[in-house]
């Protein structure tokens, strides 16, 4: 991804929000270990997703809109849906707490919005014991892509 539109992403976005999220990140990982926060981080996107639900037998574009409405009245950066035969795997591009966060725990902070998506998604009729990856394109934090195995 382009250095620069990372540094324009995490300009647009209020440092302090972005830098607490970071240090809770890290706080958690030191006090709790790398599974707890891993827990908590999924758990708390589970409960976000739980606040900010979503409408019922959408089109995938029109669960798309959707989606990119709460992201954007969140400033999360936006969401394209992507379909491969009967699967769906999630593209998030520009989260601001995704391209702050150093290389080695971008996908740990990526948890937050896996369980946002799991949440999501299983209201959406998912399988609940569908598990969720959420791996980040390289270390800028620009694109994750959160996958539903």
């Given at each position: 991804?382009?250095?620069?539109?990372?540094?324009?992403?995490?300009?647009?976005?209020?440092?302090?929000?972005?830098?607490?999220?970071?240090?809770?990140?890290?706080?958690?990982?030191?006090?709790?270990?790398?599974?707890?926060?891993?827990?908590?981080?999924?758990?708390?996107?589970?409960?976000?997703?739980?606040?900010?639900?979503?409408?019922?037998?959408?089109?995938?574009?029109?669960?798309?809109?959707?989606?990119?409405?709460?992201?954007?009245?969140?400033?999360?950066?936006?969401?394209?849906?992507?379909?491969?035969?009967?699967?769906?795997y999630?593209?998030?591009?520009?989260?601001?707490?995704?391209?702050?966060?150093?290389?080695d725990?971008?996908?740990?902070?990526?948890?937050?919005?896996?369980?946002?998506?799991?949440?999501?998604?299983?209201?959406?009729?998912?399988d609940?014991?569908?598990?969720?990856?959420?791996?980040?394109?390289?270390?800028?934090?620009?694109?994750?892509?959160?996958?539903?195995?």
């Open positions: 991804m382009n250095q620069a539109l990372n540094v324009l992403i995490n300009q647009l976005h209020p440092k302090g929000w972005v830098t607490l999220f970071s240090g809770l990140v890290q706080s958690g990982v030191a006090l709790h270990g790398e599974q707890a926060a891993q827990k908590w981080l999924f758990s708390t996107g589970v409960a976000l997703g739980e606040g900010l639900p979503l409408s019922d037998d959408l089109s995938l574009e029109e669960l798309q809109l959707e989606i990119n409405k709460v992201l954007d009245r969140m400033q999360w950066g936006y969401a394209e849906l992507v379909q491969k035969g009967n699967e769906v999630v593209r998030h591009m520009g989260c601001p707490f995704l391209t702050s966060s150093p290389p725990q971008i996908e740990l902070a990526g948890l937050l919005l896996g369980g946002l998506y799991y949440q999501w998604f299983t209201s959406l009729g998912m609940p014991s569908t598990e969720v990856s959420v791996v980040a394109e390289d270390d800028t934090g620009l694109l994750a892509e959160i996958t539903f195995i």
